[in-house]
T-cell receptor
């Protein structure tokens, strides 16, 4: 089945550091990828939609200068948390949907394993 | 307003019994898709089952089935013959609009605990 790989799994760094998270679709091309954020014991909140070859679309309240998204190829999107602070500590997870599907079964989004970010 | 509502923060079930996880949704769009995902403590999101708004029959996938009641706007997940490995968070999600517009909205989740 479709596989989405996310790296790194864990990041612990000092306040003020910028952190880059990669999301790769391993066996399909994804013109669109999604970045979510999940706080402990809460649901996934969509941060932005990453579009290959064009600017990302950010959800309301998400600072685009804080969370830089680059989707330079059909298999790779990156999220960079710039000048991270403790309040940016969270679980970040990406997803992508393989193309195709059948009339009665649309392709679901496939998720990476997520990145746990801890800012000290 | 919440688009996806999961009213059960937590559910307990004994091994081998069936359990129903509730999900109601709110949309005025005639075309939508409903998904259930499982999230173990390790964090990954595992796709379980899908129901399209135009599907006449309830979706089934192994031990998972979806009790789709369109008029009531509910899409409850039924897990039959629960196993210890089913203990996890379960999220209901909805895709609105035409297929190909992929944005998903998630509910708040239900934590399922399966006991021996």
């Amino acid at each position: 089945g479709a596989v989405v790989s996310q790296h790194p799994s864990w990041v612990i760094c000092k306040s003020g550091t910028s952190v880059k998270i990669e999301c790769r679709s391993l066996d399909f091309q994804a013109t669109t990828m999604f970045w979510y954020r999940q706080f402990p014991k809460q649901s996934l909140m969509l941060m932005a939609t990453s579009n290959e070859g064009s600017k990302a679309t950010y959800e309301q309240g998400v600072e685009k200068d804080k969370f830089l998204i680059n989707h330079a190829s059909l298999t790779l999107s990156t999220l960079t948390v710039t000048s991270a602070h403790p309040e940016d500590s969270s679980f970040y997870i990406c997803s992508a949907r393989p193309p195709g599907g059948q009339p009665k079964m649309e392709q679901p989004q496939h998720f990476g394993d997520g990145t746990r970010l801890s800012i000290l | 307003a919440q688009k996806i509502t999961q009213t059960q923060p937590g559910m307990f079930v004994q091994e081998k019994e069936a359990v129903t996880l509730d999900c109601t949704y709110d949309t005025s769009d005639p075309s939508y898709g409903l998904f259930w995902y499982k999230q173990p403590s390790s964090g990954e999101m595992i796709f379980l089952i899908y129901q399209g708004s135009y599907d006449q029959q309830n979706a089934t996938e192994g031990r998972y089935s979806l009790n789709f009641q369109k008029a009531r706007k509910s899409a409850n997940l039924v897990i039959s013959a629960s196993q210890l490995g089913d203990s996890a968070m379960y999220f209901c999600a909805m895709r609105e609009g035409v297929r190909g517009f992929q944005k998903l909205v998630f509910g708040t989740g239900t934590r399922l605990l399966v006991s021996p």
